[in-house]
Structures are given as C-alpha cells and as structure tokens.
C-alpha cells in the first residue's frame, strides 16, 4: 500500500466492510476484524450512499450474467455486497 493510501484510510472516519466469501458462500458469522475493507470515507452519508449503489450494481451484474463459469462467483460476491455495512474507524471490532 502506497504511504499516501495508508494516511487516507488512517484519517477516514467510516469503513465499508463486507464478510468474505469463498466457493461454498458467504460468512457473514466472523467477527468484524476478518471482514474485508472495500472502502473508506470521511462521512457516514458517503459511506452509506457508497453502500448502497454498490449494492444495487452488483445485484444487477449477478442477475444479468448468463455464463455459468461466473454465476456462482458473481452471486456470492452480491451476497456479501448485500451483508456489508458502514463501521466507524474506531469501533473496537474492527481491530484483531
């Protein structure tokens, strides 16, 4: 990670985190610290307007896909786009 993309997500206040999905699904039961980070924002309002047309898109892109060799991967990646949410920076589950 470039030093000036570690000081950006150092200064932002909210994180956009989505539990990780491997070929069998989506676990959305581990803690917060082993969800992946997918962005970071200086507001909740950008967060969860963020959040919420990445939702929209990836549900889109995983109903219009027709080849077979994606379709479970672009279904479990809106499964856990679907589970994600906005966590401020200093909440105590983020950290391992």
């Keep these: 990670m470039k030093l000036c993309s570690a000081a950006a997500l150092a200064l932002a206040a909210w994180y956009l985190v989505a539990p990780p999905f491997t070929s069998d699904g989506v676990n959305s039961s581990l803690p917060l610290a082993q969800w992946q980070q997918m962005a970071a924002f200086g507001t909740t ?21 027709k080849d077979p060799r994606y379709q479970d991967m672009l279904k479990y990646a809106a499964q856990s786009i679907a589970g994600a949410r906005c966590v401020a920076g200093n909440d105590p589950q983020l950290k391992k």
């Design 45 to 65: 309002a950008e967060c969860e307007a963020y959040a919420a047309s990445l939702k929209k898109y990836s549900a889109e892109r995983a109903s219009q896909n």
